[in-house]
DNA sequence: TAGATATTTAGAAAATTGTCTAAATATCTA
DNA sequence: TAGATATTTAGACAATTTTCTAAATATCTA
């Protein structure tokens, strides 16, 4: 759960979220939303992909990014939790 | 929405908030459960303030803390658009 | 195979963050 | 009011993060 939460923490990388949130984009289509280099951006889709929020696929010279939605799913379960709309949606307690 | 990303990447600052998940308490009394100074979780527990996750009161020499729930109501519904659960939570576009 | 395109890796500099000690502020009580 | 207790503020330092440029790797195509 730590890995996701700092993956979380950069505007950057929110930004590159909710442009996969709307459909699968190559690096350098992440690279043209953003007032940075390519390497910056790299960097942050490794950071994303570490905390499994994204996946990557090559296909011939490009590399397709797509979002992992099951951390997601995590992430939602850890906010319930804290707001009690959990008590018997699981049963995990910390983490 | 920047602040309250930035403050939960901070695993000290995850479990304050899991502990006054609980009930309220003083800073004193969280700072017990950390092998951290005094000084420092005051730091943590400031930064949970700014970005209004959490909200203190003073009673007499103590100041107790506790949970902000609005804002972690906001998180979720982040999270929501993320995974398309949305559509209808809030504007219902097209569809 | 050479050159072009897409992307990542390496390494460094600057900015931000987390932690500490020392000192300040606020409140209580004798 | 003086001393004790609870907490924060200030300032410094080390660790981590973000960003850059330069170079490396991978793939395609003529």
Redo the contacts between chains.
Sequence with gaps: ??LP??A??D?TR?KI??LL?ERDLTAGEIAEHFNMTKPSISHHLSILKQADLVSDERKGQNIYYS?N?TV??E??NW??????YNEGVKNNE?K
Tied chains: 1, 2.
């Design positions: 759960m730590n939460f700092k979380l923490a505007p929110r979220i909710m949130k979002l939605t997601f799913q992430l939602i906010f319930f939790e804290i707001i009690d910390d």
